[in-house]
C-alpha cells in the first residue's frame, strides 16, 4: 500500500509538472509570435548607398507596412500593395484605422499621402530635439490593430489588417532609443 501511495504521487507531480510546462511552451511561443510580426529590416538605396533603417510588418495577404526616419527627420509610415500587377486607384489615398480611431487618409498639417503605382505614404511627423509629436504614430505604436482600406486601378475595392503587437520595440529601435514620443 504504501509503495501504492508513492506512485500515485510521482504521477500527479509530473502531470502537474507536465501542464506548467506545456502552459509555459505556450506562453512563450506565443510571445515570440507577437514580436515577430514586426522586425527591424534595412533599405540601402542604390543610387548613393545610403542605408535606413525600418520598422517592417508584412500581413497574411503580404501586403506591407513600413515605419521610418527619412534624411530630414521625418517619420514616414508606407503602406505597400501585394501584388506586382496590382496598383493603387489615380488621385486615391487608402485610408487607415487604428483600433477603433477615426479613419485617417492625410499625412501631418492635413497634407494629402504619396501615392505611387504600389505604394502610399504618409508623414506621421518629425523629430525635433529627440521628441516626435505625433497621436498617428502614438496609436501606430501602443495600438492593437491598423485596417487598410483602398481602391485599384481596375475599380476594386479592398481591405487589410496589419497586427501592431511589436510596433513599438521596433519603431523605438529605427527612431533611437532616446526619442520619445508624444500624443
Not at 509538472?17 to 515570440?32: K, N, Y
Not at 489588417?161 to 526619442?179: D, P
Request: charged share 20%.
Amino acid at each position: 500500500m504504501h509503495t501504492n501511495f508513492y506512485e500515485n504521487s510521482v504521477i500527479k507531480y509530473f502531470r502537474a509538472g507536465s501542464r506548467a510546462c506545456a502552459l509555459g511552451l505556450v506562453l512563450l511561443l506565443t510571445s515570440f509570435s507577437a514580436a515577430a510580426e514586426w522586425e527591424v529590416i534595412t533599405h540601402t538605396d542604390v543610387n548613393n548607398e545610403t542605408e535606413t533603417q525600418v520598422a517592417y510588418s508584412q500581413n497574411e495577404d503580404g501586403y506591407s507596412l513600413e515605419i521610418y526616419k527619412d534624411s530630414v527627420g521625418a517619420i514616414r509610415s508606407r503602406f505597400s500593395l501585394n501584388a506586382a500587377l496590382d496598383s493603387f486607384a489615380k488621385r486615391s489615398c487608402p485610408t487607415y484605422q487604428i483600433d477603433s480611431r477615426m479613419l485617417d487618409n492625410r499625412s501631418i498639417n492635413d497634407a494629402p499621402c504619396l501615392t505611387q503605382m504600389a505604394w502610399s505614404e504618409f508623414v506621421l511627423g518629425y523629430v525635433a530635439n529627440e521628441n516626435v509629436t505625433s497621436e498617428r504614430l502614438n496609436a501606430l505604436m501602443n495600438g492593437r490593430t491598423v485596417t487598410f482600406r483602398f481602391m485599384l486601378d481596375n475599380g476594386s475595392y479592398q481591405e487589410t489588417q496589419f497586427s501592431l503587437a511589436g510596433s513599438k520595440r521596433a519603431t523605438l529601435s529605427v527612431l533611437g532609443n532616446n526619442t520619445t514620443i508624444t500624443p
